[in-house]
C-alpha cells in the first residue's frame, strides 16, 4: 500500500503514536509488545483491517487457501478437565464416546477415493489409551488414505502418551512420525501466560510442555500449527504475550506452518457466565495477529469455529486460509455453541466465499502447496 495515502487517511484524526507505528507496519518492521498493545487499543478497525490484509497480499498476493479435509475424533473421554470446554464428557456419562480402531478405520474407509487430502485427528486425552494404540491409529489410517496427510494430535495429547511411555519427546514423536504423522495440529496453545492458564485449565499440560513438543517436532522436520483461545477472561496483555511466545520460537525454529485464532465459545461448559466476545473483537484479533506475526505466513480463520459469516469478513482482515471441507466431523465447536451444527461447506461454497471476498481460491495441501486440477 501507498503509504502516503495511508497517512493521509490517518494523520489527521490519529494519534501521532498510532501513525507511527502504522508507518512501521507498512515498512515491513516488527512491533514490540508495546506497540502492540497501543494499536489494540487505540488503531481504528478499518485501520487494522487495512495494515493486515497489505502484509496478507505481500505474503500471499490474491491467493486464500482451503483444503479438502475431515476430522477423527477418537474420543471425547478425558483425563483433564478444562473449563472452557464443552466437549468432554465423563466416561460414565451416555454421551460420551471411545471408538475402536476398527470403527477408525471404517470412518476412514468411508473416504477412499474422495479427493481427501488431510485427516486431522484430535480428541480427548484418554486416561487408558497409551502410545502404542495411537502409533497402530495412524498406521491403520495412512494404509487406508496413503495419499492424505495425517494431521494428528495437539502436543498436549503427545506430552501425556509420550510421558505415559517414559520415553523423551524425541523418542515418542520418532515412532508417530514413523507411524505416518506428518504434521500436527496447533490445539492446547490455549493462553500462555501461567495465571491464566492456571484459571481455565487448571490441570491441563504446560505451556512449557506445549512449546518443548513443538519445538521437537520441528527440529525434526515436522511442520505444526499455532493457536490461542482467546475471549474469555484474558486482556490484551496476555494475547500478545501469547503472540510473543510463538514469534520467538519461530525466529528460532521456522516449524509453524500456520496461526489459528480461536474464539472462545460459550455454550455448555463451566465459564459460560463469561459471555462471547462480539464480531470486532475477533477482527482485531485476526489483524493483530497477522501484524504481529512477521514470521508466520499464514493466518487461518477457521470457519466451524467463526462460522461462515465472520469467516468471510475475516478475509479483510488478514486471514489467508479458511481451513477445509471438515464433512461434519468435528463436534468441538457445534457443542461450544458455533452456529453450524453439522459442519460441512463443499468446494464451490468454499470457493464462492474467497471470491466473493475478491480474492483467489486455491486448493492446498497441509503444506500449503496448490493442488493442480
Ligand atoms: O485446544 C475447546 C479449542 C482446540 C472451546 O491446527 C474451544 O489446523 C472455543 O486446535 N470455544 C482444539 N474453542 C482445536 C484445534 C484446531 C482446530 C482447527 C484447526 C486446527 C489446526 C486446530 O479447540 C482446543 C481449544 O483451544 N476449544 N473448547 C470452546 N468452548
Known amino acids: 500500500m501507498d503509504t502516503t495515502l495511508l497517512t493521509q487517511l490517518y494523520t489527521d484524526s490519529q494519534s501521532e503514536a498510532v501513525v507511527r507505528i502504522s508507518r512501521r507496519v507498512l515498512a ?13 487499543h487505540e488503531a481504528p478497525l478499518a485501520l487494522l483491517g487495512l495494515l493486515a490484509t497489505t502484509l496478507k497480499e505481500r505474503k500471499s498476493g490474491r491467493d486464500v ?16 478437565n478444562c473449563r472452557f470446554c464443552s466437549y468432554r464428557r465423563p466416561a460414565t456419562s451416555p454421551e460420551a464416546w471411545e471408538y475402536s480402531l476398527e470403527e477408525i478405520e471404517q470412518l476412514a474407509r468411508g473416504y477412499v477415493g ?15 489409551h497409551d502410545l502404542d494404540y495411537y502409533v497402530e491409529m495412524i498406521r491403520r489410517v495412512k494404509a487406508i488414505l496413503p495419499e492424505a496427510t495425517v494431521k494428528a ?31 500436527m495440529p496447533g490445539g492446547g496453545a490455549e493462553i500462555f ?3 491464566i492458564r492456571a484459571r481455565i485449565c487448571p490441570d491441563k499440560g504446560s505451556t512449557a510442555q506445549w512449546l518443548a513438543v513443538h519445538r521437537e517436532a520441528h527440529r525434526m522436520g515436522i511442520q505444526t500449527n499455532a493457536t490461542i ?10 494475547r500478545i504475550d501469547h503472540l510473543d511466545r510463538l514469534r520467538t520460537l519461530q525466529d528460532e525454529t521456522g516449524g509453524f506452518n500456520a496461526f489459528i485464532p480461536l474464539k472462545y465459545r ?28 512477521d514470521n508466520f505466513a499464514h493466518i487461518k ?53 474467497v471470491r466473493a471476498a475478491g480474492y483467489q481460491p486455491v486448493e492446498r495441501d497441509s503444506f500449503y502447496n496448490p493442488i493442480k486440477k
Open 266 to 293: 460459550n455454550l455448555h461448559n463451566s465459564m459460560s457466565e463469561i459471555g462471547e466476545v462480539s464480531i470486532v473483537e475477533d477482527m482485531r484479533m485476526l489483524a493483530l495477529s497477522r501484524i504481529y506475526l
Open 229 to 238: 483461545l482467546y475471549g474469555h477472561i484474558e486482556g490484551w496483555e496476555h
Open 114 to 128: 474422495s479427493g481427501i487430502t488431510e485427516v486431522h485427528i484430535v480428541g480427548g486425552v484418554h486416561p487408558h
Open 193 to 195: 501466560d501461567e495465571t
Open 301 to 353: 480463520a477457521y470457519w466451524p469455529m467463526f462460522g461462515k459469516d465472520t469467516t468471510a469478513l475475516a478475509l479483510a482482515f488478514g486471514a489467508d486460509d479458511i481451513d477445509g471441507t471438515i464433512d461434519d466431523s468435528t463436534k468441538i465447536y457445534s457443542m461450544a455453541g458455533a452456529e453450524d451444527t453439522s459442519p460441512r461447506m463443499s468446494v464451490a461454497e468454499m470457493e464462492a466465499m
Open 28 to 40: 515491513g518492521e516488527r512491533l514490540t509488545r508495546a506497540e502492540a498493545m497501543t494499536m489494540a
Open 153 to 183: 494430535f495437539t502436543a498436549i495429547e503427545l506430552a501425556y502418551m509420550i510421558d505415559q511411555a517414559g520415553l523423551s519427546i524425541h523418542e515418542g514423536l520418532t515412532r508417530l512420525k514413523e507411524a505416518g504423522m506428518e504434521t
Open 65 to 80: 487457501y482451503y483444503n479438502r479435509n475431515f476430522h477423527i475424533e477418537p474420543t471425547n473421554i478425558c483425563r483433564f
